[in-house]
């Protein structure tokens, strides 16, 4: 009957709010919650990777929006959303490059070292933080101008949903900024073998290759939800000498890219 019906959209309505999350990996990223803001501890991959993540946002951003790159506050006035935000390493970021933020996540642990790191700054005060998933805030009917989403799309459910979920929460005319690990057999060894299994510069089981993505999938799933893919992909490589990451073109591991919604 009509009522059992209601009921039951209902029911996949809010199975659909939680589609592309998957409960094993907000515990996992829960459990580091402490470590955020430890360089030298499991996250310290992370604060290496974050300078050129940063770098490659402002580049892109600054081009696509005809900023001088050089000005301090390239994203002055700028709404940006983090979406898997872990303990902000990439929020407070670009905080400080005069962005608007908002940082969000599953893991409530996360978000609440998130604020309490940045409640220490008082140059932050145009950055929040809630616990909630990117299908929960876009039905509450917000957009912004960019959305980042840094190596998460590797640990959701559904990919296609997943960035249908940020297609939604980007403004006409803005950008959606990604990275993710490649599905290769060169990824398998650099993040599984060695950095799991060998170095243990993060727990074993912390990556699943077969949730991996290729470049082209990634692009797949973009073009799919209406945005277009910049062509200036690049990729986020480690030097083991310096201990740092740069961005090369080699694509074959970690890659970031950038794709705009339609104005």
Same mark, same amino acid.
């Given at each position: 009957n009509m009522l059992n019906l209601i009921k039951h959209s209902r029911k996949i309505k809010r199975a659909r709010l939680y589609s592309t999350v998957i409960p094993e990996e907000v515990e996992k990223f829960s459990r580091l919650a402490n470590n955020w803001w430890d360089p030298n501890g499991e996250t310290g991959l992370l604060h290496r990777m974050n300078p050129p993540r940063v770098k490659y946002i402002r580049?892109?951003?600054?081009?696509?929006?005809?900023v001088d790159y050089d000005t301090p506050l390239p994203l002055k006035?700028?709404?940006?959303l983090d979406v898997g935000c872990g303990g902000g390493l990439l929020s407070e970021s670009l905080c400080r490059l005069g962005a608007n933020v908002l940082g969000i996540d599953a893991a409530e642990a996360?978000?609440?070292?998130a604020k309490n790191h940045a409640s220490k700054d008082p140059y932050l005060k145009n950055l929040e933080y809630r616990c909630i998933t990117s299908d929960e805030l876009y039905k509450e009917g917000n957009q912004f101008d960019v959305v980042c989403s840094l190596e998460v799309i590797e640990h959701v459910r559904n990919p296609? %949903?997943?960035v249908n979920s940020l297609a939604n929460l980007t403004k006409k005319g803005g950008n959606v900024f990604l990275s993710t690990i490649n599905r290769t057999h060169k990824s398998h060894f650099f993040t599984i073998v060695l950095a799991e299994r060998i170095l243990k510069w993060v727990d074993e089981n912390?990556? %699943?290759w077969e949730k991996y993505v290729t470049p082209e999938e990634l692009k797949n799933y973009l073009e799919e939800s209406g945005l277009i893919v910049h062509p200036k992909m690049q990729g986020i490589v480690y030097n083991p000498i310096s201990q740092n990451w740069m961005l090369r073109n080699d694509t074959s591991v970690n890659y970031i890219l950038c794709a705009t919604?339609?104005?």
């Open positions: 580049k892109l951003y600054c081009e696509l929006a005809k006035g700028v709404d940006v996360s978000v609440n070292i296609q %949903d997943y912390t990556h %699943d919604k339609e104005g």
